[in-house]
């Protein structure tokens, strides 16, 4: 843990193919942060890392003494630690339905992930589905400029990530109530800090 210690900037270890690590940077965009990104596709991890996150696992970020090895909980920090722009609302009530939207989009959305690592079948049955409940959730996006709210929020930092995936993932939203995800999409996507959040890998996606 000494050599991040030493860092003179926080220290984010991230993979560039992971929505989870993409969210985090794309928090680091937002907020205009210097941070040093070590892209641990292209070289080998530090002798420290292991110590960082005893699991091999990113996003990792190291900031100071703390270190933080959960996408959630990296983005909360920073949004925390460096407010502005603010990435949550400030009033309880609309902070809770936020908290709320991100839980949702977690559990259901990033909670089948790990399915398209696995069989075809199983592969198969996990496109279905992601495609089916974001097509089902139209009416949420057309609803308000952002998420579920009129303002950019981690929320739409974790959908954002997750929906720049979806060729990966082998998924076209078509048919009914996919115009206004597209628009969404758009609207995100657009944003310069979107853009500098991506790495060659991602933007190959959609290249």
């Given at each position: 843990?000494?050599?991040?210690?030493?860092?003179?900037v926080?220290?984010?270890f991230?993979?560039?193919?992971?929505?989870?690590?993409?969210?985090?940077?794309?928090?680091?965009?937002?907020?205009?942060?210097t941070?040093?990104?070590?892209?641990?596709?292209?070289?080998?991890?530090?002798?420290?890392?292991?110590?960082?996150?005893?699991?091999?696992?990113?996003?990792?970020?190291?900031?100071?003494?703390?270190?933080l090895?959960n996408?959630?909980?990296?983005m909360?920090?920073?949004?925390?630690?460096f407010p502005?722009?603010?990435?949550?609302?400030?009033?309880?009530?609309?902070?809770?339905?936020?908290?709320?939207a991100?839980?949702?989009?977690?559990k259901?959305?990033?909670?089948?992930?790990?399915e398209?690592?696995?069989g075809?079948?199983?592969?198969?049955?996990?496109?279905?589905?992601?495609?089916?409940?974001?097509l089902?959730a139209?009416?949420?996006?057309?609803?308000?400029?952002f998420?579920?709210?009129?303002?950019?929020?981690?929320?739409?930092?974790?959908?954002?990530?997750?929906?720049?995936?979806?060729?990966?993932?082998?998924?076209?939203?078509?048919?009914?109530g996919?115009?206004?995800?597209?628009?969404?999409?758009?609207?995100?996507?657009?944003?310069?800090?979107?853009?500098?959040s991506?790495?060659?890998?991602?933007?190959?996606?959609r290249?």
């Amino acid at each position: 843990m000494a050599t991040v210690n030493r860092r003179s900037v926080m220290t984010l270890f991230t993979s560039p193919d992971s929505p989870d690590c993409h969210r985090t940077r794309i928090v680091l965009a937002e907020k205009e942060l210097t941070a040093e990104i070590i892209d641990l596709s292209e070289q080998e991890p530090p002798e420290d890392f292991h110590d960082l996150s005893p699991e091999g696992t990113v996003p990792v970020l190291a900031d100071r003494d703390l270190v933080l090895t959960n996408a959630r909980v990296i983005m909360e920090y920073l949004d925390e630690r460096f407010p502005h722009p603010p990435l949550m609302p400030v009033d309880p009530v609309s902070r809770a339905k936020v908290r709320t939207a991100l839980y949702r989009i977690e559990k259901d959305w990033y909670g089948l992930l790990p399915e398209f690592e696995r069989g075809e079948k199983t592969v198969a049955r996990a496109r279905k589905q992601l495609k089916e409940e974001l097509l089902s959730a139209a009416p949420i996006f057309s609803a308000m400029p952002f998420f579920m709210s009129e303002e950019f929020s981690l929320a739409d930092v974790t959908l954002a990530a997750l929906l720049w995936y979806l060729p990966k993932y082998g998924i076209e939203l078509t048919g009914p109530g996919a115009k206004p995800i597209q628009d969404y999409m758009d609207r995100v996507f657009s944003r310069p800090t979107f853009q500098a959040s991506l790495t060659e890998v991602e933007r190959e996606m959609r290249g």
